[in-house]
């Protein structure tokens, strides 16, 4: 016995089975970020000074650096799930909806990479 519709059988609509594993991922990612943004706060507040150059000299150990670009990189992808939830839930038309999922996560990629690549060239050192 079936609780689907005669209508949705024969459709073969139904659940994609995929949104319990995008509530899960959106949850742990949700406490990833708690965790490193009270670090981040904290560490910023124990810095004292908030000039370029310690900011710099900060940047430049590498657990400051390696916690930072885990930040930038949760962030990115926690903003990008959510994002895509709106879209689907609020966006009628299909193309639209396409078009500006492909937008909203060209531009998450962009900034997470303009933000991960600005914090190793300060890690690592510019090459200018």
Excluded: C
């Amino acid at each position: 016995m079936s609780l689907r519709s005669p209508l949705g059988r024969v459709l073969g609509l139904g659940s994609a089975k995929d949104g319990a594993h995008h509530w899960w991922v959106q949850r742990v990612s949700s406490v990833a970020l708690t965790l490193l943004t009270l670090w981040f706060v904290a560490a910023l507040l124990a810095l004292g000074r908030l000039d370029y150059a310690a900011l710099y000299v900060w940047i430049n150990r590498p657990i400051n650096a390696s916690l930072l670009v885990l930040l930038t990189v949760t962030l990115v992808y926690h903003s990008m799930l959510g994002v895509q939830v709106v879209v689907e839930d609020y966006v009628a038309g299909k193309g639209a909806k396409v078009a500006s999922l492909l937008v909203s996560q060209f531009l998450h990629l962009a900034i997470g990479a303009v933000g991960v690549f600005s914090i190793l060239r300060i890690a690592f050192g510019s090459a200018a």
